[in-house]
């Protein structure tokens, strides 16, 4: 079996560790309760208010779900694989605090590495990514990181 060559661009491979622009989104109540809704998620600290309050949250909280409707920022660069095809290697996320209505959460996303494996259908190219989402207090609340895989 013959060494593969690289399809991995300079511009790719520089530009590992730039971070996207942050964005900074305020998380108001109704967009948690229609979320909670529309994932038909029946807990009630995401949709009853005094519930919530009982509760040890002491208020309305953001589902964990709730981050993928928080779009990032533009990217510091264009990442851009040269192959055509592209499919959603999954993600792996870590919560550290919860989200409450009222906060402010900055995102930002940064490339951390790009590989090259073969497949059956040839090169594949993984992109992974780490998104990080921020509190108004400065404490990081969650970590996703996501794989982009390339035919």
């Not at 605090?97 to 951390?112: F, H, M, Q, S, Y």
């Not at 594949?124 to 895989?149: D, W």
């Amino acid at each position: 079996m013959s060494a593969q060559k690289s399809l991995i661009t300079c511009e790719l491979l520089h530009s590992i560790g730039i971070e996207s622009e942050p964005v900074t989104h305020e998380v108001e109540r109704g967009a948690v309760m229609r979320f909670a809704e529309a994932i038909d998620d029946p807990n009630p600290v995401y949709r009853n208010e005094v519930a919530a309050r009982k509760s040890r949250y002491r208020g309305i909280i953001a589902p964990p779900t709730f981050f993928r409707s928080l779009p990032e920022g533009q990217p510091g660069v264009n990442v851009q694989s040269p192959l055509p095809r592209v499919l959603d290697g999954g993600s792996e996320w870590e919560f550290f605090e919860p989200v409450r209505v009222g906060d402010r959460i900055t995102v930002t996303t940064k490339l951390v590495d790009v590989t090259q494996h073969s497949g059956r259908l040839g090169p594949m190219i993984f992109i992974k990514r780490e998104t990080k989402y921020v509190n108004q207090f400065s404490q990081l609340v969650a970590t996703q990181r996501s794989t982009g895989i390339s035919y």
